[in-house]
């Protein structure tokens, strides 16, 4: 994200936060970023504002009490099965890791 977007940023997460808040009559927490795009700096923001769970599109399980950079498991589209099938490998972080090192090659 580049440095003059910050205002912006900050900008868009202020009024829509309060919108919603306004709308829904409760407190906003949570903020999946657009299109996955972050940096320190917006985190920052966000946190400052008020956002306590930040989620990224970034794929893994989450291994740290850190709420700023949430990651998520992969879902498909089918029925419940993939879920039950693959619970033992996402219920550990362990597991979870050398699944995803396995499927993305990293």
Request: proline fraction near 2%.
């Amino acid at each position: 994200i580049r440095a003059e977007k910050f205002s912006e940023i900050q900008k868009d997460l202020t009024d829509s936060k309060k919108n919603l808040e306004t709308k829904l009559s409760k407190d906003i927490l949570h903020l999946a970023w657009p299109n996955g795009d972050y940096n320190e700096k917006a985190i920052g923001i966000a946190s400052e504002i008020g956002y306590e769970a930040l989620y990224t599109t970034e794929r893994g399980c989450n291994t740290e009490k850190n709420l700023t950079r949430l990651k998520r498991l992969p879902a498909k589209s089918r029925n419940g099965r993939w879920l039950v099938k693959y619970s033992t490998i996402y219920s550990s972080v362990f597991l979870t890791r050398f699944y995803l090192a396995i499927r993305t090659g990293l």
